[in-house]
């Protein structure tokens, strides 16, 4: 395992459309985070999943936006109806045991049109 | 999460070390203090952290105040892939998530 991959690194879409980003996790650990930064701030929580349960969720992930993790290994993050305040870098990250740092995978970076 | 407290920029001269400061005088008894940075267009690394004790790894060294409302991160010695975003953030036991603020911008200067 050399990380955490995140897929696709960029993407550009147009209001409206709907995007799924995809998150490979170290595979050992077993809990998972998604994060979204916008330019010139540190990242803002979104989600956490343990195994393929979802146990916490931001007010920030609005209906339009969907989480899972259907077998406990790579996750998903949809957003529905793309806005343009939707445009930022979303990180993705995973840790073995609650008290162990976090790695953060290079994030995809979305620009809604 | 308590709120931490960074100066937004500091410079360092290559091969000198840093002290980045964070201030987090309402820190609870059960929060951690945890570090990372952020190269650009990276996601963030895990530097360090800790809890009462003073910590050092390869990366770099954590001191804690005795009262621990405050830390410094110590980079011994300052290179050029040092230059990043660092955040300085409070965990508690009971959290699933951490609330990184803007963070210090490091720039070392060759």
């Known amino acids: 395992d050399t990380g955490v991959s995140q897929d696709p690194r960029h993407k550009i879409t147009k209001r409206g459309q709907n995007v799924t980003f995809r998150c490979d996790p170290i595979?050992?650990?077993?809990?998972l985070y998604w994060y979204r930064q916008t330019l010139g701030q540190g990242p803002e929580f979104l989600t956490y999943?343990?195994?393929?349960?979802?146990?916490?969720k931001s007010r920030l992930l609005s209906d339009r936006f969907s989480a899972e993790r259907p077998k406990g290994s790579f996750s998903t993050l949809e957003i529905q109806r793309t806005e343009q305040g939707d445009s930022a870098m979303y990180l993705c990250?995973?840790?073995?045991?609650?008290?162990?740092?976090?790695?953060f995978g290079s994030g995809t970076r979305l620009t809604v049109v | 999460d308590a709120k931490t407290t960074q100066p937004n920029s500091m410079e360092s001269n290559e091969e000198e070390p840093v002290h980045l400061p964070c201030n987090h005088s309402?820190?609870?008894?059960?929060?951690?203090i945890h570090w990372y940075r952020q190269l650009p267009s990276q996601g963030p690394e895990y530097v360090i952290h800790g809890l009462t004790s003073n910590v050092n790894n390869r990366m770099a060294s954590l001191a804690i105040a005795e009262d621990r409302k405050s830390s410094t991160l110590i980079l011994h010695r300052a290179t050029l892939r040092d230059a990043a975003v660092y955040y300085c953030?409070?965990?508690?036991?009971?959290?699933?998530?951490?609330?990184f603020g803007t963070g210090t911008s490091l720039t070392v200067i060759p």
């Open positions: 309402t820190i609870s008894g059960t929060d951690y």
């Open positions: 990250a995973s840790s073995l045991a609650r008290w162990d740092g976090y790695t």
């Open positions: 953030i409070l965990r508690d036991s009971e959290g699933n998530q951490f609330y």
């Open positions: 999943f343990q195994n393929e349960a979802q146990l916490e």
């Open positions: 595979s050992e650990h077993n809990r």
